[in-house]
């Protein structure tokens, strides 16, 4: 358990919190030292389009020759062990304890490169998740990840401005090619977005085809440009659901 609590005059009251992947008596939900151990990508050395790592700041062969429809990728961790381990626990065991602290986490990325590369974009929009998704788990996880960050950076967050109009089969398991023709129609955009800047906010991105398909509809909605800004970035090996 992650923290263990008592009841005082004033209510429950945490009495001590233990870090969730070492069981380490600590303050956060992840201690100092397994923190660190994560891995954070470099953008200096990362495809700045789709933010695959192992480039110098170079824009990948993929992206050169089939370029998806957003125009960067800001990605707060690499999806490798431990990370993959809190992330399964957050969708699938629905461990919320987590959120705010990767909320922090992308916000730090997030400020830290824009702070030098470019504004901040005027809104954010959740991917949206499958309609069985949503009443298997009971929450859209990039719906919480997107308000965190909105309030952390004071950008809106637009709910429901984009639909999830087509169910689709899961994409793990799937090659690229594969996940573009599922993907392929799975949303729609609800109002106009002329000349808007648009984040869109994921969990986690392996090919980048469910975020692109996302991108194409904000852009024929009239979004000048669209940012993809994930919790972490799916490298070569690691499977995801």
């Known amino acids: 358990m992650p923290s263990t609590s008592i009841f005082t005059r004033s209510g ?36 700045p389009t789709c933010g695959l790592p192992g480039l110098a700041d170079a824009v990948c062969g993929q992206c050169l020759s089939t370029p998806p429809h957003f125009d960067g990728t800001f990605a707060a961790f690499l999806y490798q062990f431990p990370l993959n381990r809190l992330v399964q626990s957050f969708k699938f065991r629905a461990d919320l304890t987590l ?23 005027d809104v954010l929009i959740a991917l949206p998740l499958a309609n069985h998704r949503l009443r298997e788990r009971g929450f859209n996880q990039s719906a919480l990840l997107a308000d965190g960050i909105a309030n952390a950076i004071g950008v809106r967050v637009a709910h429901g401005s984009m639909l999830r109009i087509r169910e689709t089969a899961p994409q793990s398991g799937l090659d690229r090619d594969a996940r573009i023709k599922n ?5 729609d955009c ?5 000349g808007k800047h648009v984040a ?7 090919t980048g085809a469910t975020l ?24 070569f090996g690691v499977a995801h659901d």
């Not at 609800?190 to 002329?194: E, W």
């Not at 869109?200 to 392996?206: E, F, G, Q, S, Y």
């Open 12 to 47: 429950l009251t945490d009495i001590r919190q233990s870090c969730v992947l070492c069981d380490a008596d600590d303050n956060a939900v992840v201690c100092r030292e397994c923190d660190l151990g994560l891995i954070r990508p470099q953008s200096s050395r990362s495809c």
């Open 99 to 121: 959120v705010d602290y990767f909320v922090a986490a992308m916000a730090a990325r997030v400020n830290a490169v824009t702070s030098t590369h470019q504004q901040l974009p």
């Open 183 to 187: 993907i392929r129609g799975a949303f």
């Open 190 to 194: 609800v109002g106009k977005l002329d």
């Open 200 to 206: 869109l906010i994921d969990d986690v991105m392996t």
């Open 212 to 235: 692109s398909e996302a991108a194409k509809v904000l852009k024929q909605a009239g979004a000048a440009r669209v940012d993809a800004w994930v919790l972490s970035r799916a490298v």
